[in-house]
């Protein structure tokens, strides 16, 4: 994937952010929204999964077309189960910041004391399951853009077959429409009468 790095870089900002954020910034009204924000998001992957494999049926279809649209559905199935299980991280971690209780942690080499250091790391493992979720919320219109694109080829396939088995043959056509003797013939002018 080209955006391989751009990923990377996402989720160590993320971890990043939620390191150096103050902890009292996520508890109460903050945390409860964003809490509220990835419960609503969890709750539309459900629907949006029994959509996904409601869409795969096999009439008219061929096999591999058939096992391709298979292929992109179980990639969409997955990437949904994948952000709400990363959703669902991120929540009940969100929800551990406002019970962790406020220590610090000397760093013993560098002689530093990291303030609020247990929520600090509960907060930064928070933001990276969140980041996390988002990148591979991408993926989805991605995914659903190659089943609309499998699906429409399908269609195509589906309409042209049956356009060609009810569609009339030429000896059909010759059969409803027939033709005197002697129709379209070329008749030179000095046969015709004045």
């Given at each position: 994937m080209p955006l391989r790095g751009s990923k990377a870089v996402a989720l160590i900002?993320?971890?990043?952010?939620?390191?150096?954020l103050p902890p009292p910034l996520l508890i109460g009204d903050p945390s409860?929204?964003?809490?509220?924000?990835?419960?609503?998001?969890?709750?539309?992957?459900?629907?949006?999964?029994?959509?996904?494999?409601g869409s795969l049926s096999s009439s008219g279809r061929s096999v591999m077309r058939i096992e391709e649209l298979a292929?992109?559905?179980?990639?969409?199935?997955?990437?949904?189960?994948?952000?709400?299980?990363?959703?669902?991280?991120?929540?009940?971690?969100?929800m551990l910041i406002a019970i962790l209780p406020d220590i610090?942690?000397?760093?013993?080499?560098?002689g530093i004391e990291v303030p609020d250091a247990a929520r600090?790391?509960?907060?930064?493992?928070?933001?990276?399951?969140?980041?996390?979720?988002?990148?591979?919320?991408?993926?989805?219109?991605?995914?659903?853009?190659?089943?609309?694109?499998?699906?429409?080829?399908?269609?195509?396939?589906?309409?042209?077959?049956a356009l060609a088995e009810t569609a009339p043959s030429e000896a059909d056509i010759r059969q409803m429409f027939p033709k005197k003797d002697g129709f379209g013939q070329n008749v030179p002018l000095d046969r015709m009468r004045p």
């Open positions: 900002a993320g971890a990043a952010a939620g390191a150096i409860r929204l964003l809490v509220t924000f990835l419960g609503l998001a969890a709750a539309s992957i459900l629907p949006t999964v029994s959509l996904v494999i292929r992109e559905l179980s990639q969409a199935v997955r990437t949904l189960f994948l952000i709400l299980a990363l959703v669902a991280v991120a929540v009940v971690l969100l610090a942690w000397p760093i013993p080499l560098a600090r790391g509960v907060q930064s493992l928070a933001l990276l399951a969140a980041t996390a979720a988002a990148i591979h919320a991408l993926q989805i219109p991605q995914i659903l853009g190659r089943v609309l694109t499998i699906k429409r080829d399908i269609a195509i396939h589906e309409a042209r077959k």
